[in-house]
C-alpha cells in the first residue's frame, strides 16, 4: 500500500468552527488531492497540489482552502464548517498529474458537521 | 468538463460468472480511461488505466475494453468470486483534474 495517512479518521464538529484535515504522504509523489466522497455524487475533487506551495481550484473547492508547505503534508481547511460539507474526504498522490498516472488513496477522514 | 456515467444499481451475479461494468463518457474523447475498486469504508484502489489506442487490456481475471466510437468502457471479472463484491468506479480527465463515476457496486453470492 501506498504511504498515505489521513488524521482526524473521524471528526464531528459544529457548525461555523473551523476545521483542518491533514493529509501526510511517505512517497515523496509531487501531486496531492482532496475529494469529497456524497452518495449519488461519487468523488468530486476539491483542490489539488502540484508542489510545495503550488496548488489549485477543484469541482467543488467554494468553502475550502489548502495549504502545502513541505512534499509529504497536505492540509485541507474548512474556515467555518457547514452541514453541506458532511462527508467523507480522501486525500490522494500521484508521481505525476497526467492522467496516464494512477493515483493512491488514503483511508479517507468521515466529517460529521452538526 | 467531461461526464461520466455508470449503472447506479448494484450488479448481482453467481460466483463463477463473468460480471461486467458499464463506464459512458460524454463530451470529448479521453486518452485515457481508469478503473478502481472500493470496498466499504476504505479508499479507491486502482486496477487497470487503458489509453484511447487500446481496445483492450487484460491483467489476470480483469479485461477493459475501450469503444471511442459508443463512448464506452466495460470491465469484466471473469470467473468471479465473493472476493470482487466491491464498488467499481471508472475514472478519466486532463491536464491533472480526474473525473470520477458513482461507481457501480457488484455482489457475488455462492
Known amino acids: 500500500d501506498a504511504g498515505i495517512t489521513q488524521s482526524p479518521r473521524h471528526k464531528v464538529t459544529e457548525t461555523g468552527t473551523p476545521v483542518t484535515l491533514r493529509c501526510h504522504q511517505t512517497e515523496n509523489h509531487r501531486y496531492m488531492y482532496w475529494y469529497r466522497q456524497d452518495p449519488g455524487h461519487g468523488l468530486r475533487l476539491i483542490h489539488y497540489?502540484?508542489?510545495?506551495?503550488?496548488?489549485d481550484k477543484g469541482e467543488v473547492s467554494d468553502g475550502y482552502s489548502v495549504s502545502r508547505s513541505k512534499t509529504e503534508d497536505f492540509l485541507l481547511t474548512l474556515e467555518s464548517a457547514t452541514s453541506s460539507q458532511t462527508s467523507v474526504y480522501f486525500c490522494?498522490?500521484?508521481?505525476?498529474?497526467?492522467?496516464?498516472?494512477?493515483?493512491?488513496f488514503g483511508p479517507g477522514t468521515r466529517l460529521t458537521v452538526t | 468538463s467531461q461526464k461520466i456515467e455508470q449503472n447506479s444499481e448494484a450488479l448481482n451475479i453467481q460466483e463463477g460468472k463473468t460480471a461486467t461494468l458499464t463506464c459512458n463518457y460524454t463530451n470529448y474523447s479521453p486518452a485515457y480511461l481508469q478503473w478502481y475498486r472500493q470496498d466499504p469504508g476504505r479508499g479507491p484502489v486502482f486496477l487497470l488505466l487503458i489509453r484511447e489506442n487500446e481496445k483492450e487490456k487484460r491483467k489476470e481475471r480483469l479485461k477493459v475494453t475501450f469503444d471511442t466510437t459508443l463512448k464506452q468502457s466495460l470491465f469484466h471479472i471473469t470467473a468471479s468470486q465473493p472476493a470482487d463484491s466491491a464498488t467499481y468506479l471508472c475514472a478519466t480527465g486532463t491536464a491533472s483534474k480526474l473525473t470520477f463515476g458513482t461507481g457501480t457496486r457488484l455482489q457475488v453470492t455462492l
Open positions: 490522494a498522490i500521484s508521481e505525476s498529474g497526467r492522467t496516464s498516472y494512477e493515483q493512491y
Open positions: 497540489s502540484y508542489g510545495v506551495k503550488d496548488t
